[in-house]
């Protein structure tokens, strides 16, 4: 089994910035993909940001020149450098991974349980 481990949220003022960190650990795997999603209650999940193991990154429209999503692949941590923040990025936000397990070579996903990132205007 695999567990994501997600720190570094809490409550910042507008402009601010946060760092969010997650690790997976467990072992028997290679991760393909890890991802920043967000939700707000009533709302559906969101990409945030999402990198692969080979270092390409993609970002929502609304975080670019903001997020930096960056990756330790040696480590099977992701992070999320979150700079000039926002009132409407209070979310929970939760960490994902996509791996392959080196015996079969099957693929699964996991999620993080969500920390909250709270941004005051």
């Known amino acids: 089994q695999v567990q994501l481990v997600e720190s570094g949220g809490g409550l910042v003022q507008a402009g601010g910035s946060l760092r969010l960190s997650c690790a997976a650990s467990g072992s028997g795997f290679s991760i393909r993909y890890m991802a920043w999603h967000r939700q707000v209650p009533g709302k559906q999940r969101e990409l945030v940001a999402g990198i692969i193991t080979g270092g390409n990154t993609n970002y929502a429209e609304s975080v670019k020149g903001r997020f930096t999503i960056s990756r330790d692949n040696d480590k099977n941590t992701v992070s999320l450098q979150m700079n000039s923040l926002k009132p409407e990025d209070t979310a929970v936000y939760y960490c994902?991974?996509?791996?392959?397990?080196?015996?079969?070579?099957?693929?699964?996903?996991?999620w993080g349980q969500g920390t909250q990132v709270t941004v005051s205007s």
């Open positions: 994902y991974t996509n791996l392959r397990w080196t015996g079969d070579l099957s693929e699964s996903t996991f």
